[in-house]
């Protein structure tokens, strides 16, 4: 969008949110609808497509045996990697992934690591040798703001649906058993994303809103309410104070939108 | 097994000192020096602990490519970089994801801080070359890199400074080493341009409660203001030797 484009429509969505409206008529903490529903990829061992508002992301959970890390020899791999699809937005190129990419890959991948959300503890075939992998793919299908919980929240929903073939070591070969079981997971990480507009914080903003933002804040809360994963991003700052105001609502927040993915 | 046994190394001592000596709210010895390359436009070195950082700024200059440039403000571009000898097991020089990670985030860092609209069209190149790493780099990078803008003469709301907090066994700590971010329960970098009280970096790893967010923040600021004397003391003393040669 052009640079007077945005000045324009900053005015308008700042002066609403500045009365506590949004342009889409919700409050400063609310979130757009989501809908989520798990399985879409019979082919993937892990899937889900969540819809907030119109922004659709798709994730696949792939699983294979390769090798671990040499520091964490007995333990799992845990990849993730976001795709632009081309289709999701006139501002999405086909190519290698550029840097808003790897940073929604890296964001989704933290807040997984960091929460232990996959108990890759269990996923130790033979030490040091063979572990089980788990690739969680996140693919925009469509981009109307606010990727990063959209993809978070679909990475999680896939990973709860994810079940992969027994394996089991037979004279030194990986051997796959009939049956299935469930990927062990542990925590369930929900980011919340928060936009700075004109001074004042909203949650889950959609594509105008973050095409007018000064800077963004995304949080990440795991099931006993600590925080796992932050990163700021955008060209603008936020204050000591807005930045613990937004923890607190996020923490709750993080309680609502938990309860969509996880039927406990 | 050896990586089983580092883990049992305590981080923290009896006396409550850590492995290097130092104490929970103290930082590792920094020093630094502005105007160190004289074909770049602005400079800075930093050594904070192990870490040994150079930052070099071009610009404002013709954007490049050409399609790039902004109508009404300069391009901040910038590369954060690791020499593969900077880490124990050698790194490939080609970017990682991480490294293109920290590029985009330290660039939005420090952009609020400088007045881009003042030289339209423009680009403002900064490349930050990580010589050694000790674990805070992308911090220490922020900091010599605010200090290269600075010596490159381009005008800036503040200087842009920054540290990271941590959890190590089951304690805040300031400025975690590569050993105690690597062994710790969480990591928690801060920039901040102090005058304004505005943070322009803040990332999070770990497990934190909401009390200890709030405790690893003030300390993770409190950190950010010890470096800023360092800061502007260094870029006094650039201007101080850019005197007495002038006198001689």
Request: negative net charge; proline residues 5%.
């Amino acid at each position: 969008m052009s640079s007077v484009m945005v000045k324009v429509k900053q005015k308008q969505i700042a002066q609403l949110i500045a009365h506590g409206k949004r342009l889409d008529n919700r409050e400063p903490n609310d979130y757009r609808d989501i809908q989520i529903e798990v399985g879409f990829i019979e082919k993937a061992e892990g899937s889900a497509r969540v819809r907030l508002g119109k922004t659709e992301v798709l994730v696949g959970v792939k699983v294979d045996v390769g090798e671990p890390f040499s520091d964490t020899p007995e333990e799992g791999v845990q990849t993730v990697n976001a795709e632009l699809v081309p289709l999701a937005s006139p501002s999405f190129e086909p190519g290698p992934p550029d840097e808003n990419s790897i940073e929604l890959a890296r964001i989704v991948d933290r807040g997984i690591r960091e929460s232990k959300a996959i108990a890759t503890e269990e996923l130790c075939l033979e030490p040091g040798k063979k572990v089980i992998i788990v690739f969680i793919d996140v693919y925009v299908l469509n981009h109307d703001g606010n990727l990063i919980d959209a993809s978070g929240l679909a990475a999680l929903a896939a990973l709860l649906n994810t079940k992969m073939a027994k394996y089991e070591i037979e004279g030194g070969e990986v051997k796959k058993k009939p049956g299935y079981v469930p990927l062990p997971i542990k925590n369930y990480p929900i980011p919340i994303t928060f936009a700075k507009i004109d001074g004042k914080m909203v949650v889950d903003p959609w594509l105008e809103e973050e095409q007018v933002m000064d800077a963004r804040l995304t949080m990440t809360f795991e099931k006993d309410g600590n925080i796992c994963a932050i990163q700021k991003g955008g060209d603008g700052y936020f204050t000591t104070q807005q930045i613990l105001d937004a923890a607190k609502i996020a923490q709750q927040k993080s309680v609502e939108i938990r309860k969509l993915v996880v039927k406990e | 097994m050896p990586a089983k046994a580092q883990e049992k190394e305590k981080l923290i001592d009896k006396e409550g000192k850590r492995v290097d000596g130092r104490k929970l709210d103290e930082l590792r010895p920094i020093k630094i020096e502005v105007g160190v390359l004289s074909n770049a436009d602005g400079s800075a070195y930093i050594e904070q602990g192990k870490c040994k950082i150079l930052a070099g700024v071009y610009g404002p200059r013709e954007s490049h490519p050409k399609h790039l440039a902004l109508p009404d403000r300069a391009l901040l571009q910038c590369r954060y970089h690791m020499a593969p000898f900077s880490v124990e097991e050698r790194k490939s020089p080609a970017p990682s994801r991480r490294e293109i990670e920290l590029s985009k985030v330290i660039r939005e860092a420090l952009q609020p801080a400088i007045f881009l609209e003042y030289y339209p069209r423009t680009s403002i190149d900064l490349f930050i070359e990580v010589l050694q790493a000790d674990g805070g780099t992308r911090c220490a990078a922020l900091t010599v890199a605010s200090l290269a803008l600075a010596d490159a003469g381009i005008p800036m709301k503040d200087l842009i400074v920054a540290c990271a907090a941590g959890k190590i066994e089951g304690q805040l700590a300031l400025d975690l080493s590569d050993a105690e971010d690597k062994q710790g329960e969480a990591d928690v970098p801060i920039a901040l341009m102090p005058t304004l009280d505005a943070v322009t970096l803040l990332q999070m790893d770990g497990n934190l409660t909401m009390d200890e967010f709030e405790q690893a923040v003030n300390l993770g600021l409190n950190g950010c203001k010890q470096i800023y004397k360092l800061q502007k003391e260094a870029l006094k003393a650039k201007y101080v030797e850019v005197k007495e040669a002038m006198e001689e």
